[in-house]
């Protein structure tokens, strides 16, 4: 599968912003789509990821209350909603695909900046 993330920019502390994730290649029917953010210095890590059968979606506690996972079937695309943004929030946000059989992320989007200044 072949993913395209986008929506990212320069924002301020308490802005929103949506990013996109559409994937290509393949029908997502068992696939989980995720959402991985890398700051600067700093490993990546897991911010949230859905199910694409059930739209089941889980989150990492730090953006729990803020940011919101959602699926659109006849778009083949991922939304991630972000609210109450924080200079915290600075890194590069890529989406990735995994099987829902597996544990390992095999497939990434290029990544989308998001800049929060305070």
């Known amino acids: 599968v072949q993913l395209q993330a986008s929506g990212g920019g320069q924002l301020q502390a308490g802005d929103s912003r949506t990013l996109s994730c559409v994937a290509s290649?393949?029908?997502?029917?068992?696939?989980?789509i995720g959402w991985f953010r890398q700051a600067p210095g700093k490993e990546r890590e897991f911010v949230s990821h859905?199910?694409?059968?059930?739209?089941?979606?889980n989150y990492a506690d730090f953006v729990k209350g803020r940011f919101t996972i959602s699926r659109d079937r006849a778009k083949n695309t991922v939304y991630l909603q972000m609210n109450n943004l924080k200079p915290e929030d600075t890194a590069i946000y890529y989406c990735?695909?995994?099987?829902?059989?597996?544990?390992?992320?095999?497939?990434w989007g290029q990544g989308t900046q998001v800049t929060v200044s305070s």
């Open positions: 990735a695909a995994r099987s829902s059989m597996g544990r390992t992320y095999n497939s």
């Open positions: 290649g393949r029908t997502l029917t068992n696939w989980i």
């Open positions: 859905i199910t694409w059968n059930l739209a089941t979606p």
